[in-house]
C-alpha cells in the first residue's frame, strides 16, 4: 500500500482536540457514574466512600478518568506509528481482559483444567484444521484447474461440487456426512468425519479463490508459454501457478483463521476439541464461564501466532522476486 | 545456429544483403515456401478483422507487416501460430495445414517464435531459467546443454550480465531481448514479432533492432509487425501493406516506400512520416 510521505500534522496534539476528547469522555463518565467501579474504590482516599460521596464523587472519578485517558492518547502521539499502534493494541487488550473480572471467575479452577483443556483439546483442533487445509488445499486447486481446463466434464464436475458444497451449512454437511455414510455401510469416526466435512466445505470455497488467482495471472503469460509449444499441464504447472500460488496463499491463511474456528462445530459430535472441552469441564460445578473464556483466549491466542505466520509468509512471497545473486 | 554477428546498421548498408534479400524473391520456388495463407478469413464476433488474406513466405524470407492500428496486423501474424484461429481458408506453416482439429498444435508452435510488444516474460524466473524454460520442459534436453545454448544466447544478444537478474530488473530494451533469446532457444525456423519495439524508450529501440537485423543476415525467415521504417528498409525483403483486414500492397521496401501504388498505402506513409 502507498505510505504517505508527509506527516499530518498531529491530531492528538492539538488543543483543540484535547480539549474536545477530555470534555466528551468526562461527560460520559460523569453521565454514566462510575462511582460504584473499581475506580470508585482506587479513588477512596480522596471522595471517601463512594456510595456516599455523591455529586462530588461523581466529579472527581469522571475527572480523573478523563485526564489519564486524554493525558495517554498524549502520550501516545509522541511515539513513532508503529510502536503507537502496538501500544494501542496491547491497552485494549488489558482492557478487554481487565473486564472479565466482573465474572468473578475462580482462576483455580481455571488453573486445574488448562493443561488439560489444553492437551486433549488444542491438539485435536489443531489437528483437526491442519489436516483439513491440507486437503482442502488439494481439492480447491484440482477443482480450479478443472474449472479452467475446458473441459466440459472437469468443468461439470467442479461447478456441481461447488455449487452444492458452498450452498450447504457445515453443521449440515458434518451430520450428513457422520450419520448418513454409515447407512451407506461406511462407518466412519467422529475425527475423519469431521475432516472430510471440513475438507469439502473449505475446498469448495477455496476453490472459488483459487480459480479468482489463476485468473488474475496476465493472458500475456499464456500466449507466450504456448507459443513456446507447452501444453496446457506444463503451462499450467511451470508458468502459472508458480505465479497464481504466492497469490493465493494469504486468502488460504484466512481460510485457515477461520477453519481453526469452524472446527469446533466437529464438537457436536463428540469430537473432543477445544470447543468440546469449554463446554463440558465447567459442567459439573456449574463454571462455565471459566472455561468458556478460557477457551476464548486460547482461540485468540492462536489466531494470534498465525496472523504473524501469515504476514511472514506475504512478506515472504512478495520480496521472493528480488535478486537470486 | 548460424554464427554470431557483431554487425551494426551501418554495415549492413552495403550491398551483401541487399544483393542477397533481392535475389531471393526472385529466385523463390513454390518448394521453398515455409508459409502459404489461401483465403483466409477471420471474424470477431460481427467484426470481420481478416479477409481473403493471400500471403506465401518463402524460407528465409523477411517480412514486414505495417498498417493503421486495428487493422488486422497482430490478428494475421498470431494465426500463423494459431494463438488465434481462423474460420475460413487455408493456412500451411512448414507443410503442415493449421485447423480446428488439428493433431498437435504444439508441434508448429516449437518451430515458431513469437516476440510480443509487452514482452511476456516470465516474472517468477531468471532471464537464463526464462531461456531454458521451454527446451528442458517442452524439448526435454538436459539442464546443462540447455544452460550453454543459453549462455550463449544471451552473448548473441548481447546481455550475458544479465543472466540470474528476474526480469522486472531489466531495461524494456533488456527485456525484449531475453524474449528474444528465449524463442531461439526452441531453434525456431520462423520469427514472428508483434511491434516489439513499440513499447520501448526511444533509445532502447536500436539495441533490440540490432539483435533482430543480426538475426536476419543469419537466414532467419521473420515476419515482423513494426512501423520502423529504417527496419524495413534495411531488412525486409518485402513490405506488406494492411488496412481494414485486407493486404493492400505488398512489394519489395525500395518500391514499397518510394512509390506507393494505393492511395491508402501513401495515406498511411504520409502519416507516420509526418510523426
Ligand atoms: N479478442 C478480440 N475480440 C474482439 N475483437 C478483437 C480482438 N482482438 C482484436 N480485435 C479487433 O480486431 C481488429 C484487428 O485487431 P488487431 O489487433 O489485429 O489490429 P492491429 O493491426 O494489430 O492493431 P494495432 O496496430 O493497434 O496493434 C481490431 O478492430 C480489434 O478491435
Ligand atoms: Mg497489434
New binding site residues.
Given amino acids: 500500500m502507498y505510505k504517505d510521505t508527509v506527516i499530518d500534522k498531529k491530531l492528538v496534539h492539538q488543543p483543540k482536540f484535547i480539549g474536545v476528547f477530555f470534555g466528551v469522555w468526562f461527560v460520559t463518565f460523569f453521565v454514566f457514574d462510575l462511582g460504584g467501579s473499581i475506580f470508585g474504590q482506587f479513588l477512596a482516599p480522596v471522595i471517601g466512600d463512594p456510595a456516599t460521596s455523591g455529586l462530588y464523587g461523581r466529579f472527581v472519578v469522571a475527572f480523573v478518568l478523563g485526564f489519564f485517558l486524554t493525558l495517554n492518547i498524549f502520550a501516545i502521539g509522541f511515539l513513532p506509528t508503529q510502536r503507537q499502534s502496538l501500544v494501542v493494541w496491547i491497552e485494549l487488550a488489558i482492557c478487554f481482559v481487565g473486564g472479565f473480572h466482573i465474572f468473578n471467575l475462580s482462576l483455580e479452577f481455571i488453573q486445574s483444567k488448562i493443561w488439560f483443556l489444553i492437551s486433549r483439546g488444542l491438539f485435536t483442533t489443531i489437528y483437526v484444521s491442519v489436516i483439513s487445509i491440507i486437503f482442502a488445499f488439494i481439492v480447491a486447486m484440482i477443482g480450479a484447474i478443472a474449472k479452467l481446463s475446458g473441459n466440459g466434464f472437469a468443468m461439470g464436475i467442479a461447478n456441481f461440487y461447488t455449487s452444492l458444497l458452498r450452498a450447504l451449512p457445515l453443521l449440515l454437511l458434518l451430520f450428513l456426512v457422520y450419520l448418513g455414510l454409515p447407512q451407506t455401510g461406511y462407518v466412519i469416526d467422529a475425527v475423519p468425519a469431521g475432516i472430510l466435512a471440513l475438507t469439502l466445505n473449505y475446498g469448495a470455497y477455496m476453490t472459488e479463490v483459487f480459480r479468482g488467482g489463476i485468473e488474475s495471472i496476465p493472458p500475456g503469460q499464456w500466449e507466450a508459454a504456448r507459443s513456446l509449444g507447452f501444453t496446457f499441464g506444463p503451462t499450467m504447472r511451470r508458468v502459472i501457478l508458480p505465479q497464481a500460488i504466492p497469490i493465493i496463499i494469504p486468502p488460504t491463511g484466512n481460510m485457515f483463521i477461520s477453519m481453526l474456528k469452524d472446527s469446533s462445530l466437529v464438537s457436536v459430535i463428540g469430537v473432543w476439541e477445544l470447543m468440546f472441552m469449554a463446554r463440558t469441564l465447567g459442567q459439573k460445578t456449574f463454571q462455565h464461564m471459566e472455561m468458556l473464556i478460557t477457551v476464548a483466549m486460547v482461540y485468540w491466542v492462536l489466531t494470534i501466532v498465525l496472523e504473524i505466520f501469515q504476514r511472514r509468509l506475504e512478506k515472504h512471497y512478495s520480496t521472493v522476486k528480488e535478486t537470486k545473486e | 545456429m548460424n554464427k554470431i554477428s557483431t554487425s551494426r546498421i551501418d554495415s549492413l548498408k552495403n550491398d551483401t544483403l541487399t544483393r542477397d534479400s533481392a535475389g531471393l524473391t526472385a529466385k523463390d520456388s513454390p518448394n521453398n515456401l515455409i508459409i502459404k495463407m489461401i483465403n483466409v478469413n477471420k471474424w470477431?464476433?460481427p467484426?470481420h478483422?481478416l479477409k481473403d488474406i493471400n500471403l506465401e513466405v518463402a524460407q528465409s524470407e523477411k517480412i514486414v507487416v505495417c498498417?493503421p492500428?486495428?487493422?488486422?496486423?497482430?490478428?494475421?501474424i498470431r494465426c500463423l501460430n494459431r494463438l488465434e484461429a481462423h474460420q475460413k481458408g487455408e493456412i500451411f506453416v512448414d507443410g503442415i495445414e493449421l485447423h480446428d482439429h488439428m493433431e498437435n498444435v504444439d508441434i508448429i508452435r516449437r518451430d515458431v517464435g513469437m516476440v510480443f510488444q509487452q514482452f511476456n516474460l516470465f516474472p517468477h524466473l531468471t532471464v537464463i531459467e526464462n531461456i531454458i524454460a521451454a527446451p528442458v520442459w517442452v524439448r526435454k534436453i538436459p539442464r546443462s546443454e540447455a544452460y550453454e545454448t543459453a549462455i550463449e544466447l544471451l552473448e548473441r544478444v548481447k546481455i550475458p550480465e544479465q543472466a540470474n537478474k528476474y526480469p522486472s530488473q531489466l531495461s524494456g530494451g533488456q527485456q525484449q531481448r531475453v524474449a528474444i533469446a528465449r524463442s531461439l532457444a526452441m531453434q525456431p525456423k520462423i520469427m514472428l514479432f508483434d511491434?516489439p519495439t513499440s513499447a520501448l524508450d526511444p533509445e532502447m529501440i536500436s539495441e533490440v533492432l540490432d539483435v533482430m537485423i543480426e538475426l536476419a543476415e543469419s537466414g532467419m525467415t521473420m515476419i515482423c509487425?513494426t512501423h520502423e521504417m529504417g527496419f524495413a528498409r534495411e531488412v525486409a525483403n518485402r513490405v506488406v501493406f494492411?488496412d481494414e483486414g485486407q493486404i493492400i500492397e505488398q512489394n519489395d521496401p525500395g518500391e514499397f516506400f518510394d512509390n506507393p501504388q494505393s492511395p491508402r498505402t501513401k495515406l498511411f506513409l504520409d502519416q507516420i512520416i509526418a510523426h
Fill in positions: 470477431y464476433g467484426l478483422v498498417g492500428s486495428g487493422s488486422g496486423k497482430s490478428t494475421l511491434e509487425v494492411m
